[in-house]
Every structure is written in C-alpha cells, then in structure tokens.
C-alpha cells in the first residue's frame, strides 16, 4: 500500500530532520572548530582538515541541481560554504571543468572573498583540478589552465593543484607543469586524481626527480566503493606517504539512509543507485544506523568516520546546504573501534559494488 504524505505534513518531517541534525552536530562545534585537527597531504608541508567539502554541486545544472540553477540555491551553497567554515572545515575542492551555468571556482571565489571581506585573518585551504583534454599537451597547458583558475577563484596561488585524471594523448609534459607550478609559487602543493596504482608511481617517481613531493590521489572511495583497496590504489598510497582523497565518500546520498527502494535518487543517479541496488543495501544501512545510534551520530557521520579511521584518507563529500555541512562536521572528533570498521567493511562485501570512474583502469 502506498503511503501518502501532504504537503505540510512533509515540511514538519524535513524541519524535525534538520533539528535532529543540526543537535547531532553542534555537540561537537566547539571541539572542532576550537582542535582545529589538521592533517599533512603526503610529504608536502601542506596541513589541511581531516575532512573536506567537495563543491561539484556548486553550479552544475548536468548532474545536480535537478538541472537548474538559481539565486536560492546559490544563496544555499554559500551558507553551506560559511557554515563549514564555522564549522572548523576549511578545506575546499573544486575544479575548472564545468558542466553548468557558473563554474564552482568562480562560485568559491566569491564566497571567499565574501567571507574575507567580513574577516580578513581567515584562512581556507583550495584545491582545484587541471583537466586532460585532448588538444592541451605539454607542461605550459598546465600553467596556463592554472593561471584561468587562479583568475576565477580570485587568488594568487592555490594550495592544491591536481591532474583531474590521467590524459591518455600525449600527456608526458602534464607531471613537469605540476612541478612547475610548484616552482613558480603558484601552488603549495601538487596531487592527481583518478590515477590507477602505475600512473601514481609513475607520477610518484617523475615529481620526486623534481624534488617535489606527490601530495595526494583523489579518487572515487566509500564504504560501498573500496576498488582503491582492490587494485592497489590504496596500499600504494600508503607505502609512498601519498594521501587518499576520497570523493563521493557517501556515495552521493545512497549510504545517509535517506533512500530506500521506494524512494531512489532521481535523475543520474536514479540509474547507479537502483531500487534493486538499494534494497540490496538495506542490511548495511541498518547496522551503520544501529552503530551511529551508539555514539548519537547520523549515518552520514558514521560513514564519513569510517573513511578517516582508514588513516591517510580525507574525504570530501559535496554539501548544498548548510545543514549538510553542519553534519558533516559532526564526522570529526570520535573514532569508530577496529571491530566496527571491520564489520561496517564485511557487510559492505556482500553488496555488488556501483560502476566508478572509467578512467581508472586506464
């Protein structure tokens, strides 16, 4: 039998959420924002929040966003930039690939230099991706994408500058333009993204000729998506001191417990997260919450805590809205123990893992 819902009865359960969410996460406010817990990337002298937000979201009208962008969810997307912030999060990846009406480095570059406007000590950390396109060869298509990013975001230099994934033509000259813009003083630090285990070596071995220090792979990692575990992404990042940036650390919404099979994602994500595959998934969701209501934690912060308890992992996940990042912050400061990481890791095995990233077995 299908359940109805008015409209208004709707609105009380999302206000009652948003409540419930926003008392999860203020317990720990003051812990976070007052450790201010930093981690190094890799070997760089880079320090950043054990914890990042992704901003694919911000802009993008192909896969977010119900393919519409407007001044409310601008509006949205900066209250989510301002309460990560408070928050304690100041760790921000972007990109300058977009698919939308604004790019997200030019949505974040306002929103900083918004925030320093208001107090010009504060600091955030920025991360952005150079994109391997077919007709950019050699290391000066780095610099000169670097420096259009630079111009977007408002900065004079960024913290994290990463090959958004590895160019299959002519790409030789792409791991040389990281080390320059090292070199220049452009960028802190230099990573990859979507990078299998013999391009990171590769990348690993080219950079440190240069004497630079390969930071970071970001790559597409959860409890429900752990192929960086499979095809030896994640133990060479641990054996060469490379940090795991892990994007889609929830899944993108499919382990917060907010879908069911009666209720899937709509649009693209509609097709990866089926009703099949979340029923499937129904077990796992219901130990993630049994445990979180152990240590009085949403499922989102479960999942996202279960990441930073693999070590050298920061995840990132993509906040639209204020209350999203005010739950994220409730991720930091607590630590699952080894037995529920490794429960958490068994039951997720018996679930068929969703399709990644083609470009990593590239």
Same mark, same amino acid.
């Given at each position: 039998?299908?359940?109805?819902?008015?409209?208004?009865?709707?609105?009380?359960?999302?206000?009652?959420?948003?409540?419930?969410?926003? *008392?999860?996460? /203020? #317990?720990?406010?003051?812990?976070?924002?007052? $450790? @201010?817990? &930093?981690? %190094?990337?890799?070997?760089? !002298?880079?320090?950043?929040?054990?914890?990042?937000?992704?901003?694919?979201?911000?802009?993008?009208?192909?896969?977010?966003?119900?393919?519409?962008?407007?001044?409310?969810?601008?509006?949205?997307?900066?209250?989510?930039?301002?309460?990560?912030?408070?928050?304690?999060?100041?760790?921000?990846?972007?990109?300058?690939?977009?698919?939308? *009406?604004?790019? /997200? #480095?030019?949505?974040?570059?306002?929103?900083? $230099? @918004?925030? &320093?406007? %208001?107090?010009?000590?504060? !600091?955030?950390?920025?991360?952005?991706?150079?994109?391997?396109?077919?007709?950019?060869?050699?290391?000066?298509?780095?610099?000169?994408?670097?420096?259009?990013?630079?111009?977007?975001?408002?900065?004079?230099?960024?913290?994290?500058?990463?090959?958004?994934?590895?160019?299959?033509?002519?790409?030789?000259?792409?791991?040389?333009?990281? *080390?320059?813009?090292?070199?220049?003083?452009?960028?802190?630090?230099?990573?990859?993204?979507?990078?299998?285990?013999?391009?990171?070596?590769?990348?690993?071995?080219?950079?440190?000729?240069?004497?630079?220090?390969?930071?970071?792979?970001?790559?597409?990692?959860?409890?429900?998506?752990?192929?960086?575990?499979?095809?030896?992404?994640?133990?060479?990042?641990?054996?060469?001191?490379?940090?795991?940036?892990?994007?889609?650390?929830?899944?993108?919404?499919?382990?917060?417990?907010?879908?069911?099979?009666?209720?899937?994602?709509?649009?693209?994500?509609?097709?990866?997260?089926?009703?099949?595959?979340?029923?499937?998934?129904?077990?796992?969701?219901?130990?993630?919450?049994?445990?979180?209501?152990?240590?009085?934690?949403?499922?989102?912060?479960?999942?996202?805590?279960?990441?930073?308890?693999?070590?050298?992992?920061?995840?990132?996940?993509?906040?639209?809205?204020?209350?999203?990042?005010?739950?994220?912050?409730?991720?930091?400061?607590?630590?699952?123990?080894?037995?529920?990481?490794?429960?958490?890791?068994?039951?997720?095995?018996?679930?068929?893992?969703?399709?990644?990233?083609?470009?990593?077995?590239?």
């Amino acid at each position: 039998m299908a359940l109805h819902v008015s409209s208004a009865g709707f609105s009380v359960f999302c206000h009652r959420r948003v409540q419930r969410v926003r *008392a999860v996460a /203020s #317990e720990e406010f003051s812990s976070v924002k007052t $450790k @201010e817990e &930093k981690v %190094k990337l890799g070997g760089s !002298e880079l320090k950043v929040t054990k914890l990042g937000i992704g901003a694919w979201s911000w802009g993008d009208t192909s896969y977010w966003n119900n393919f519409e962008w407007d001044d409310r969810k601008m509006k949205a997307a900066k209250a989510a930039f301002d309460t990560s912030v408070d928050c304690g999060i100041t760790f921000f990846d972007t990109a300058e690939l977009s698919f939308g *009406a604004i790019n /997200s #480095e030019t949505l974040l570059g306002r929103f900083i $230099k @918004e925030r &320093k406007e %208001k107090d010009p000590s504060e !600091e955030v950390a920025i991360a952005t991706k150079f994109a391997a396109l077919p007709w950019r060869l050699g290391r000066q298509s780095v610099l000169t994408a670097l420096k259009d990013s630079l111009c977007r975001l408002g900065l004079s230099s960024v913290d994290l500058y990463q090959l958004h994934w590895p160019g299959v033509w002519g790409n030789e000259g792409y791991i040389d333009g990281l *080390a320059d813009a090292v070199d220049q003083g452009l960028v802190k630090a230099v990573g990859v993204s979507n990078y299998n285990e013999k391009r990171l070596r590769d990348a690993y071995e080219k950079l440190k000729k240069r004497g630079i220090p390969l930071a970071s792979n970001q790559v597409n990692y959860s409890l429900i998506y752990r192929v960086p575990e499979e095809n030896g992404v994640k133990a060479a990042c641990d054996e060469l001191g490379i940090t795991l940036i892990a994007y889609s650390p929830i899944a993108q919404g499919a382990l917060t417990g907010k879908y069911t099979p009666q209720n899937p994602p709509t649009g693209p994500r509609g097709r990866i997260y089926t009703p099949e595959f979340l029923r499937r998934l129904q077990p796992l969701l219901n130990r993630i919450k049994e445990i979180g209501e152990n240590y009085n934690k949403t499922p989102t912060q479960v999942v996202l805590n279960w990441l930073i308890a693999q070590e050298n992992v920061v995840p990132i996940p993509g906040a639209k809205i204020s209350e999203q990042a005010e739950e994220f912050a409730g991720a930091l400061g607590w630590k699952l123990t080894d037995q529920e990481t490794t429960e958490l890791r068994s039951l997720a095995s018996e679930t068929k893992p969703v399709i990644g990233f083609p470009v990593e077995s590239f």
